[in-house]
DNA sequence: GTTTCATTGTTAGGTTGTCTAACTATTAAT
DNA sequence: ATTAATAGTTAGACAACCTAACAATGAAAC
């Protein structure tokens, strides 16, 4: 069973502040939404702390971890990959190459097939470095989705699934 | 009834990439996490293309939305509780406020009871502006939410507070 | 009331991370 | 073989943050 404590329907905080409702509007929907934005400010939170821990922007730890995901299915990587995935032009995905290989956490190996392309690839010291310091919270977050039903699992995938969309169908007219 | 589908127990995509169990692990739990990064990415696009159309960075919109929530309130906002608010120094609030000013969206005002401080006001060009871009969206989230059932609610409540205390329970260590 | 310390905001100068534009090296197409 | 497209690098500009030093006001001590 879920340790899970609802913070609406079981305990007292109200999530305060910035969404007030349309109209007369349902609080606890209001509530809903504060949530989610208190989740939004946790995790910008969070990103700023292990910048600081390792001494990396925000999209250098983005690249890490797709790096180490590629490394755990022997994929290989260009410049251009992490370009397209982080949207930032080949110019920076080269200068972000830079700052990762410096800090040794990445490194540059001549591309199979391509001798245009670099592969870029996680070190062993990027691997030990990020799983060090996201372990522990990535295992938290699993632990507490994983003791939910398969009912508020789909509930939250539902909920997560349209807000997406409500954010993606083109948000000014 | 909510007319979210679930894109876990009924649609078909599976949330790709990134998350991968820890053991042998749930799919469907993978899945979850993977829509929660999904919802995550959408946003941050969104903000993007919001600072794109508005011409204005990412502190600056939360700012505006912050002093459009005090001028509701009939609060008043010094940029001593910008910088706070928004985790930067006074100088760079300081700064901030002069992009906005520029842009007219904000405007200074001597602070009632205090003449060392300045009180900031968003202007009705700001208000309108962002309620413009923001006013679709916000309602498409909002509905999505009014119609989920209040047990669906409570689900959801617990996840996203769960998941932000996994965040802020300090992460590495 | 004057001296002293704290608070608020500004300015100057530096750093970082992005961008565009121009260039090289390789590959693919005609 | 020439031409066009692709991958990466470099140089230079810009935006937004930072720290440090400063001015002005307010509060507290004496």
Redesign the interface.
Known sequence: M?E???????GGERAS??W???DGS?A??????N??R???E??T??R???RG?MGMGEKDIVAL?YLL?AR?RNAVLRQKDLAARL?ITNASASSLVDRLVRHGFARRVPHPGDRRSVAVEATDQGDREVR???R???????Q???E?S?D??????????????????R???
């Open positions: 879920p899970v404590k609802s913070s609406v329907s079981g502040g910035y007030y409702g349309p349902d606890s929907a209001v509530d809903v939404l949530l989610l208190r989740y939004r946790a995790e939170a969070m700023g702390r292990v821990d971890r995901e755990t949207d060090e310091t996201l522990n919270m990535h295992d938290r977050m699993y507490v989705v994983n939910m398969p508020e699992r789909a509930t939250v995938a539902a909920f997560l699934s349209a807000m997406t969309r409500s954010l993606t169908d948000c000014p007219e």
